[in-house]
């Protein structure tokens, strides 16, 4: 059985609030686009998480499917810096 099909995955619809994206979604090649095509990667489904219950959602699924996890962030920033002792 594919995960698509399992309870787990019709859990994770019923409560997420964000994006599913899957391979057969007229936009999956679009949601996988990443900074450099070398990071690109294909995935089962692509989750775009509106809140922190999406992402408790997505890790819950991703885990009980035993699926991969990347994360991409959504920073305008290019460098992080950090200050100590202040």
């Known amino acids: ?3 698509i099909q399992s309870t787990a995955f019709k859990q994770l ?4 609030k964000g994006t599913l994206v899957l391979p057969t979604c007229p936009n999956y090649q679009e949601s996988l686009k990443r900074w450099s095509i070398l990071a690109e990667r294909p995935a089962g489904v692509v989750a775009f998480v509106e ?3 999406d992402v408790s959602a997505a890790v819950r699924f991703a885990t009980e ?3 991969e996890i990347a994360i ?3 920073s ?3 460098f992080v810096t ?3 002792g202040t």
Not at 13 to 16: L, P, R, S
């Open 72 to 74: 991409k962030g959504k």
């Open 51 to 53: 809140d922190e219950g």
């Open 13 to 16: 619809k019923a409560v997420f």
């Open 76 to 78: 305008l920033l290019t």
């Open 1 to 3: 059985m594919s995960f």
């Open 65 to 67: 499917a035993k699926l």
């Open 82 to 84: 950090s200050r100590r």
